[in-house]
């Protein structure tokens, strides 16, 4: 048939001599992440902005001259030419603990900004094993669709021979033909959503040449109890970004704050008037205090607003947290879900198993119809391929509660 040459062939192409596992996925997909590039040039950003802060502290050199040439129209009065120069040294004293607050918001904003890269590793891992997990799944449906064509055509064989005998009815042979092309279009429809399983996958990582999946993952029994995955959560980089974003929102206030001292300054200046007359330098000290007498309004005004920054910033750190207690609820009970139905459908494929080898002897002996066969087998083969699909959710969800959770350890050759 067509379709089984499209389907061994894309076989063929996801088939390779090296298998791949979840973490080399990863390392591939970390090297092809723009979203982490871009990630790690905003850190560089702001430790280039806590650089700039260190500017406030520094003392400021400046150097002014001028030279004016003057004279008359008259021709009998001469032409006048002055100079002067002025060297500055200016070094700020206080600034009402403003450059400090400037300082240290740009340190929590780099600490922010670490985590928030650090949290998009784990986004990346969660994208690339979505991408892992549908491609392993697809293709075990894929497998039990081309046994279960086999098993049909089998049987048809089987049919056309007892037909000719007349052990079995053209009603019969019919009702195999017809279960055998909804299986086949099954079949169909799984290629399709691998071949596009695949274009995502071969996106995130840019593994473009023939490759072979395998899955490393053992799924425990019994999990952990949920109270050690919420205590865990607090750890999460994301929460930790949060955390310090909003610990430099409230660095604002103090810098508000800091508008309503004095600023004092010193400045040593020293000069010449007129060096073309060879005259003597001269210099001064300048101790300055700036103290502004009608501002206190305005330092209100964004002394409110950096409050309402620092509540907005606060506001979203527990709506986060509490995001994510409920993300880490809900993965929890679909895991436990998944587990129990793992069992349950385990237990049922004996049953269904065994269902069918009767039937099937049955059927030899006259006993039964082959609809009853037709329909034990296909309880069975849906029973399979639900299990596979269950075992695949499973594992992406256990990945998923860990990460989730905090609990999750990225593999440290996949940190740039």
Known sequence: MPIMGLIFALTLTLSGDTNLSLNDCFLKAVQRSYSLANQGEALKQTEEHYTQAWQNFTPILSLAGSDTVSGYFSPNNSITNNGAFKLSLS??????????????????????????????????????????????SVQKQLEHCQVQLQLFDKRIQEINAWVRIGRSRGSDLSGVKASRALSYSQMIQYEGILSNSVELFRFLTGISNDFTLADETNLPSTPEKLNTYLESMKERADIIAAKYQAKSASRLIEIAKSDRLPWA??????????FRNNTPWNWNLQLSLTFSLFADTFVQSRIREAESIRNQSDNAYLLLFESIRKDVRTSYAAFLSYLEQIKAYQESLKYL???????????????????????????????????????????????????????????????L
């Open 353 to 415: 198993k065994d269902n069918l080898h009767q039937l099937e002897r049955d059927f030899r002996l006259g006993a039964v119809k082959i609809t009853d066969v037709l329909s034990a087998s296909s309880s069975y083969e849906d029973a399979l391929r639900t299990l596979e699909t269950l075992n695949f959710q499973a594992r992406m969800e256990y990945l998923r509660l860990h990460i989730y959770s905090g609990k999750f350890l990225l593999p440290d050759e996949g940190k």
């Open 265 to 274: 300054d010193f400045t040593l200046s020293a000069g010449d008037a007129q």
């Open 91 to 136: 070094q700020p004293l206080f600034r009402g603990f403003k450059n400090i607050a400037i300082l240290e918001q740009s340190k929590d904003l780099i600490k922010s900004q670490s985590e928030a890269r650090e949290w998009a590793y784990y986004q990346l891992y969660l994208d690339t094993a979505q991408a892992f997990y549908n491609i392993l």
